[in-house]
C-alpha cells in the first residue's frame, strides 16, 4: 500500500508501492534499512532502531536436518562399500 510508505521514499524509489517495496526489501537484505516511530507525544521520533533480515528458525533447523540427512546416507554408502 502506497500508505505505509513516506511519499518521498516512493518517488524515489520509482514511483509506485510496489518499486518501493522492492526497493526496502533489497536494502534489509543489506542491512542498511532505518526505522522511526512518530506518534502524538513524541513527534520526533519514539522508537528508533536499525531492521535487519534473519532467517526464520524453521529455515535453519530444515538446513540442520537436511545436512544430517545427507551425512546420513553418506555414511550408509561409504559402509556398504567395505
Given at each position: 500500500m502506497a500508505a505505509t510508505y513516506n511519499?518521498?521514499?516512493?518517488?524515489a524509489h520509482g514511483g509506485t508501492a510496489a518499486t518501493a517495496e522492492a526497493a526496502l526489501v533489497a536494502a534489509m537484505q543489506l542491512d542498511e534499512?532505518?526505522?522511526?516511530?512518530?506518534?502524538v507525544n513524541f513527534p520526533a521520533g519514539e522508537i528508533r532502531g536499525i531492521l535487519?533480515?534473519?532467517?526464520?528458525?524453521?529455515?535453519l533447523s530444515l538446513f540442520?536436518?537436511?545436512?544430517?540427512?545427507?551425512?546420513?546416507?553418506?555414511?550408509?554408502?561409504?559402509?556398504?562399500k567395505i
Open positions: 511519499g518521498a521514499f516512493i518517488t534499512t532505518y526505522v522511526n516511530i512518530h506518534d535487519v533480515s534473519v532467517p526464520e528458525p524453521i529455515t540442520g536436518v537436511g545436512l544430517a540427512g545427507a551425512a546420513a546416507l553418506r555414511r550408509r554408502k561409504v559402509k556398504a
